[in-house]
């Protein structure tokens, strides 16, 4: 059986690892093929960190326009859906992960937005991200529709976040023990270990594209 491929598109490059880090080892691990493209880079450091996340995970990672930009808003409208389109041409996912169109960082709604645009050239499967910032108030406004078991993938998780270190710098700090109490939390009420969640945004027809809802458990995925 022909695995499913998976493109997710994140606006930074610790947005994979916040949001959905174990979901795609677990992806990984069950053989599917999976891409992460980061629309920016601020610094050599950080592109360092995001390279040693994603050898821990197992992805690919790919850096649209060479980490060039260091804000999606720096990218026309018009020029943020060429790169998206271009990505999907690519990478033919069937399944395609981004931010959500409510989260309250402009770069994500708006990486949010071109993928959607980018749905007409493809049947993929949509999802959203919940917001990376657990703190905003839009955090508990995303509604998410399907929950994925990452009860053996939490450990992978966070020796990648453990990566992005930013002590000393403006930013905000990665905050690794609430976002694992988070998935704990988020698992307990399933019956799980721990959890990660999505939202459904698109799917063709009534069984969807070749991946399906696979999301919510690619392991069942491999095995059908």
């Not at 053989?31 to 994603?54: H, K, L, N, P, Y």
């Not at 260091?70 to 409208?77: L, Q």
């Not at 943020?80 to 395609?96: F, K, M, Q």
């Not at 917001?131 to 929950?147: G, L, M, Q």
Request: include cysteine; proline fraction near 4%.
């Amino acid at each position: 059986m022909t695995m499913p491929r998976l493109l997710a598109l994140t606006a930074h490059p610790d947005d994979a690892e916040i949001t959905m880090g174990a979901t795609l080892a677990s992806c990984v691990a069950s053989g599917w093929d999976v891409t992460v493209a980061v629309f920016t880079s601020s610094s050599a450091r950080i592109r360092q960190a995001a390279e040693a996340a994603a050898a821990i995970i197992g992805h690919r990672l790919v850096w649209v326009d060479d980490g060039a930009r260091a804000w999606v808003e720096d990218y026309r409208d018009t020029e943020l859906v060429a790169l998206v389109d271009s990505l999907v041409a690519e990478h033919r996912p069937d399944v395609v992960i981004s931010h959500w169109s409510g989260d309250p960082h402009r770069d994500h709604a708006r990486l949010s937005a071109a993928a959607l645009a980018a749905m007409r050239r493809t049947h993929a499967t949509l999802y959203a991200l919940p917001p990376s910032e657990f703190r905003s108030p839009a955090y508990d406004a995303f509604t998410a529709n399907i929950v994925v078991d990452v009860s053996d993938y939490l450990e992978v998780k966070e020796r990648a976040l453990a990566e992005f270190q930013y002590e000393g710098w403006a930013w905000q700090q990665v905050d690794t023990p609430t976002l694992l109490t988070l998935a704990h939390a988020t698992g307990a009420r399933m019956g799980w270990r721990a959890a990660e969640t999505f939202a459904l945004i698109r799917q063709v027809g009534l069984t969807g594209s070749a991946a399906g809802n696979a999301l919510s458990n690619p392991v069942d995925s491999e095995q059908r």
